[in-house]
């Protein structure tokens, strides 16, 4: 087993409520290593600050670009870092896991969008497919296996459970119901049987408060970057203003 593998995965148990783990959204080598050096002992990308950071909308990235940054970000840091890597972007679990070894990466999210259509795949495939992948990468990576139904407009604990057992059973190390409300966090933990990763929004909880109501793992999706690029606008003003006075 890798070790930063085998060090992200148990990261990830004995959290206590209120101490989950939280793992920034770096969208470049820059960013990465400014958490780093903050103290994380993980990183998570987000596939959308990352398009964002490329210039691309999200799931709009073609997959060398993405392996490419993620490539970026894993050389700049010396902590394990975990890939967006949605939904596969078409390649076989072989390839996919082979890409991912070789940008650096020791964890990757895995999502149950199908990304031709929009819509949710079925869960026994999504479930077969994520075996695949655990087969290919034996222990040398976390799967996170996000699941979107309330994403994708269906809004059922009970479809989210459902899901999350099957993608248990095929080898995913933790799940994420995203964007599920904080507070079915906790019985989708217990029902699930595995950590819970739970998405930092502008309007929600903050990050220890998501792991009192029973994630395990935050994320911030984009909105680390999205911070950061209100920072730099307020910066362009600012700079515009002073060049208004000036003249």
């Given at each position: ?242 060049l208004t006075v000036q003249s």
């Amino acid at each position: 087993m890798s070790a930063t593998a085998a060090a992200l995965r148990e990261l990830h148990h004995g959290r206590k409520p209120g101490d989950p783990l939280v793992l920034p959204g770096p969208w470049d080598a820059a960013s990465a290593r400014v958490f780093a050096d903050a103290g994380f002992p993980a990183l998570a990308t987000p596939s959308a600050g990352v398009a964002a950071s490329l210039g691309y909308e999200d799931g709009q990235t073609p997959a060398d670009e993405m392996f490419a940054a993620i490539a970026r970000i894993t050389r700049a840091v010396d902590i394990p870092v975990s890939a967006d890597v949605e939904a596969g972007y078409g390649l076989s679990a072989r390839e996919l896991v082979g890409r991912l070894a070789d940008a650096g990466a020791v964890g990757c999210n895995l999502e149950d969008t199908d990304h031709a259509t929009g819509a949710l795949r079925d869960p026994q495939e999504q479930a077969d497919w994520l075996a695949q992948v655990r087969a290919a990468a034996g222990d040398a990576l976390v799967i996170n296996a996000r699941i979107d139904t309330y994403l994708r407009g269906v809004p059922d604990a009970d479809e989210t459970i459902r899901r999350g057992r099957l993608y248990a059973e095929a080898g995913a190390d933790c799940v994420y119901p995203f964007c599920a409300p904080p507070a079915q966090l906790a019985r989708l933990a217990g029902a699930i049987g595995l950590p819970v990763n739970a998405v930092v929004l502008p309007d929600g909880p903050a990050p220890r408060e998501l792991g009192t109501l029973g994630a395990a793992r935050i994320t911030f999706g984009p909105g680390l970057q999205r911070r950061a690029m209100a920072a730099v606008a307020e910066l362009a003003e600012q700079l515009q203003a002073d060049l208004t006075v000036q003249s």
